[in-house]
Structure formats: structure tokens, C-alpha cells
């Protein structure tokens, strides 16, 4: 079985920054799949490095950043 974590990052008390963790409770409302792990780490950093290092075969890393280009545009980083 594969194994998949979601984490959405960032600080809701700082507006766009935010992001992450509103997509991370949207995401939370809906079932998944076993091996699939949804969850909003917030402004918790060292507890994403720890959980990272878990074995995790995908991780997807859900956060706002300024790239320079116009609002809401999504970004895929390798």
C-alpha cells in the first residue's frame, strides 16, 4: 500500500499565508483512501520535518509563496 501525506503549512493569522491550512481543513471534511494522511501543520515546522521522515512514499506540501506572479497562480516545485 502506498502512503501519502498532505500537509498544509503556513499562519493564519497572516492573511494569504493562511492558505495551506485552509485548503488542509477543506480537505480534512472529505473520506480518503487508507495510506492517505491529510493534515494542517500550521506554523509547525519541526513536527513536518519529523513527519516526513516517517517513510512517507508522497509528500504534498500545500503553502502560499510570492513567486512574482499574479495571485492564486499555482506553483508545482520539484
Known amino acids: 500500500m502506498r502512503r501519502a501525506l498532505v500537509a498544509g503549512v503556513g499562519n493564519v493569522f497572516f492573511g494569504d499565508d493562511g492558505f495551506g491550512p485552509a485548503v488542509a481543513q477543506r480537505?480534512?471534511?472529505r473520506?480518503?483512501?487508507e495510506g492517505v494522511r491529510v493534515r494542517d501543520f500550521g506554523i509547525a515546522g519541526m513536527h513536518?520535518?519529523?513527519?516526513?521522515s516517517s517513510g512517507?512514499?508522497?509528500?504534498?506540501?500545500?503553502d502560499a509563496v510570492a513567486r512574482g506572479?499574479?495571485?492564486g497562480t499555482l506553483y508545482v516545485l520539484d
Open 27 to 29: 480537505l480534512l471534511a
Open 31 to 33: 473520506a480518503w483512501p
Open 48 to 52: 513536518l520535518a519529523y513527519e516526513l
Open 56 to 62: 512517507w512514499e508522497l509528500a504534498v506540501v500545500v
Open 69 to 71: 506572479g499574479a495571485p
